[in-house]
């Protein structure tokens, strides 16, 4: 059976929840404008659903030259172009630090009079350096504000057999991928390494190390135990609990849609 890409979800701001397009530019940092927006505290750091899980409640909407972000059980929005120019700043994701601009004191005081916190809406500029972690595979590139990586695959196949083994089945969006699969066997995706969609080239560089986010209800915003739980009980290894495939493109950065096929060249050992 021919693997296909079903979904396909952005993520403009990260920690917020994503968008469901039809067709996406690859660039090198990702999908385009994957995760080039992020909230950040007094101190520069990143703000995330790991703290705040309120922000899955909010709705990002797109726009023709904009995004539109609405306030959670609010009648209130906040319009984000999609290129911000802004004063320079230095901030962090996780152990890195990097540039990102400034976007305005309007979005600073609509975020943090929901949030009940002091916080700014910070863009990652074309400059930004920010490279992905030494991984086993050798590969590197450029990334956005995401955790670690540019891309997030998961196969549609690896949620039915985890939602097999669970009470209540849950939804994809609890593990934020970037492209959803179709056509491959449960985590088939693990097992990836060089893989074309048209005329892009990528590699599949690890599994997706998770974290309590995915125990996060995206429609109500309710932490639970699942699906951590479950995953601990055969997708745990070194103490990590995996769950997706993390990947980066490496030539071509044309545009993928839903429905490309994907064609794999060459496997590596799974988890």
């Not at 120019?85 to 309007?106: I, K, M, N, P």
């Not at 951590?228 to 044309?254: M, P, V, W």
Request: hydrophobic fraction near 40%.
């Amino acid at each position: 059976m021919d693997i296909k890409i079903t979904q396909l979800f952005i993520y403009p701001i990260k920690g917020l929840p994503g968008i469901s397009v039809q067709t996406s530019l690859l660039t090198k940092r990702g999908l385009q404008y994957d995760r080039r927006w992020m909230l950040v505290d007094e101190n520069g750091r990143f703000l995330s659903q790991r703290g705040l899980p309120i922000l899955s409640q909010f709705k990002v909407l797109k726009g023709e030259q904009e995004f539109i972000i609405e306030a959670p059980q609010k009648e209130s929005t906040l319009t984000i172009p999609f290129q911000i120019f802004g004063s320079a700043l230095q901030v962090q994701v996780w152990e890195d630090t990097c540039l990102a601009y400034h976007f305005s004191e309007e979005a600073d005081r609509w975020f943090s009079e929901i949030l009940a916190q002091k916080c700014s809406l910070v863009y990652m500029p074309e400059q930004s350096v920010r490279e992905t972690p030494n991984n086993n595979q050798g590969a590197s590139g450029l990334v956005s504000f995401a955790d670690a990586y540019p891309l997030l695959l998961i196969g549609q196949a690896s949620l039915y057999k985890l939602n097999s083994l669970l009470a209540e089945p849950i939804r994809m969006d609890r593990f934020r991928p970037n492209m959803v699969l179709d056509g491959t066997t449960p985590f088939e995706e693990d097992t990836f390494f060089e893989f074309t969609i048209g005329n892009n080239s990528f590699i599949a560089v690890k599994p997706c190390a998770r974290c309590s986010v995915i125990s996060i209800n995206q429609q109500s915003g309710e932490i639970g135990h699942e699906p951590l739980k479950t995953l601990s009980t055969f997708r745990q290894k070194h103490n990590k609990i995996y769950f997706g495939e993390n990947a980066l493109c490496t030539a071509g950065f044309h545009e993928i849609s839903v429905g490309n096929k994907i064609s794999i060249l060459s496997h590596k050992m799974g988890l």
